[in-house]
Structures are given as structure tokens and as C-alpha cells.
């Protein structure tokens, strides 16, 4: 079965920096779009970031960009998102998730970390 | 951006009953449209995409309609494992956008 397992979370000052990773198994990473998705305390779901198969082609929630940077290491079958200038309201569960394709369902998500920026 | 809106915000069923839910896209998404559930302290799991085919695993008690702008999720006989809060994404327009949620409860 697909397994997704992030980590890296913690609490973290406002300004600092954090590396989130996300180790994949039992599914061929390297032919999948992979996702980040975070939820705040209590709230709902936001998109953040997604990097195509090869890793040539990135995106990003407006509230990210220019802060936080998504790569993938197919030979270690790890997404990473790299997270600079860290804001409170980056405070959320971080989840990484799959799609077949680009703009498709994200049909299998890892049990998410939990990213706490506070001073 | 397309909002994504949700109704209702909660919905109290009874085990057994049918539990209706709904999801309206702010612009037509045609049929690229997805619903989750998500259980206390768990991740979302995928139950539909392409608003009406049931993911891998996921079962036939759990039925989506709709396309354009107007999305369904239909449950026909809620079970206890059932109980859960149920968010709808568009994946049409870039970026991807969810909804609010629905939290289904026991009545």
C-alpha cells in the first residue's frame, strides 16, 4: 500500500527556518506529481505548493511564495518543502500528497506534521 | 481564484439515514472535482473524483453527483464510521481550492 510518512515539524520562531520532508514507499515517486497541503488549528484545507514528476516545474499558493521552496529527490523517494521567513500563520499541519497528474485528485496523504511558529 | 462554498456547516444525522451535502463552485470546474473525508486527528482520504467515481476502497454507500458549478455528495445509509467532516476541492483551475467543510454528526 502507498505510504507517505513527513516529518521534520516542531515549534519554530517567527523569521526562522525548517525543512519538512515527506519519505514515500510502496508506489513508483518518481512517475507522481507530489502536493503539500496544510490545515491551521481547527480550520480547513489550503494547497501550498506542488512539484511535477522530474521536479522541472514547481507552484505556489500566493501566501508562499518567494518563502518557501518545494523539491523532490527521486533516487531517495523524499519531497522536501524548504520554509524561510517563517510567519504564526504558517502554524498548521503540513500534509504531502500525490496526484497521477498535475491537476488531479490527491488520491493518497501521509498523517501530516505539525508546524508551530511562535515566539 | 475559485471559492469554494459548502452547505450546511454541520449536519446532524441519525446512523441510517441519508445524508445529503452540498458544494457549489464560484465558476464551472466542469467535472475536475473531488470530496474527502477527514476523521479527528487523521489525514483526508479521497471518497470521489471526477465528481461521481468512487475512489479505490471506498464504499458504494458513498455516491457523488453534479458537474459545472453545482457538486453533490450523497450518503445512503450513514454508518458510525461515517461521522466525519467532508471537504470538496476543485482541481480545474490552478491553484487547487477547497471548501470549508461539512461536518457530519450524530443526531
Known amino acids: 500500500e502507498v505510504h507517505l510518512v513527513e516529518s521534520g515539524g516542531g515549534l519554530f520562531q517567527p523569521g526562522g527556518s525548517l525543512r519538512l520532508s515527506c519519505a514515500a514507499s510502496?508506489?513508483?515517486?518518481?512517475?507522481?506529481?507530489m502536493h503539500w497541503v496544510r490545515q491551521a488549528p481547527g480550520k480547513g484545507l489550503v494547497w501550498v505548493s506542488h512539484?511535477?514528476?522530474?521536479?522541472?516545474?514547481?507552484s505556489y499558493a500566493d501566501s508562499v511564495k518567494g518563502r518557501f521552496t518545494i523539491s523532490r529527490d527521486n533516487a531517495k523517494n523524499t519531497l522536501y518543502l524548504q520554509m524561510n521567513s517563517l510567519r504564526v500563520e504558517d502554524t498548521a499541519v503540513y500534509y504531502c500528497?500525490?496526484?497521477?497528474?498535475?491537476?488531479?485528485?490527491?488520491?493518497?496523504w501521509g498523517q501530516g506534521t505539525l508546524v508551530t511558529v511562535s515566539s | 481564484e475559485i471559492v469554494m462554498t459548502q452547505s450546511p456547516a454541520t449536519l446532524s444525522v441519525s446512523p441510517g439515514e441519508r445524508a445529503t451535502l452540498s458544494c457549489r463552485a464560484s465558476?464551472?470546474?466542469?467535472?475536475?472535482f473531488a470530496w474527502y473525508q477527514q476523521k479527528p486527528g487523521q489525514a483526508p482520504r479521497l471518497l470521489i473524483f471526477?465528481?461521481?467515481t468512487r475512489a479505490t476502497g471506498i464504499p458504494a454507500r458513498f455516491s457523488g453527483s453534479g458537474s459545472g458549478t453545482e457538486f453533490t455528495l450523497t450518503i445512503s445509509s450513514l454508518q458510525s464510521e461515517d461521522f466525519a467532516v467532508y471537504y470538496c476541492?476543485?482541481?480545474?483551475?490552478?491553484?487547487?481550492?477547497f471548501g470549508p467543510g461539512t461536518k457530519v454528526d450524530i443526531k
Open positions: 471526477g465528481a461521481s
Open positions: 510502496e508506489f513508483t515517486f518518481s512517475s507522481y506529481w
Open positions: 512539484i511535477n514528476s522530474d521536479g522541472s516545474s514547481t
Open positions: 476541492q476543485q482541481y480545474f483551475h490552478w491553484p487547487s481550492t
Open positions: 465558476q464551472s470546474v466542469i467535472s475536475n
Open positions: 500528497a500525490r496526484t497521477g497528474g498535475g491537476d488531479g485528485p490527491l488520491d493518497y
